[in-house]
């Protein structure tokens, strides 16, 4: 089974973002999906993600509500592999910026 997780570094502070909201959703047909919502914690992580149901070609998207920053949400769509154990997407996230990786 594949998992999900993700972690919210606040770069312009040098600390994790907390209380980020997250929304987890799998492309259906063309349509997004919603499978689960959750929140960074004071680590910045968001560790409860839902496992979803994957098949090849599975096409998901974080979803991160970033109210107050000059990009109000920030959508990372991704293709997964069900071969891959874990998939760990990383957001560093800044006022004015964003980047995003696979991490490990």
Known sequence: MTSISTHVLDTSLGKPAAGIPVELAQQVA????ALGASATDADGRCK?????DLSVGTVLRLRFTTDGAFFPEVAIVFDVDPAQAHYHVPLLL???GYSVYRGS
Do not use: A, Q, R, S
């Open 30 to 33: 063309g349509e997004w999906k």
């Open 48 to 52: 409860d993600l839902p496992v979803p």
């Open 94 to 96: 800044n006022p004015f």
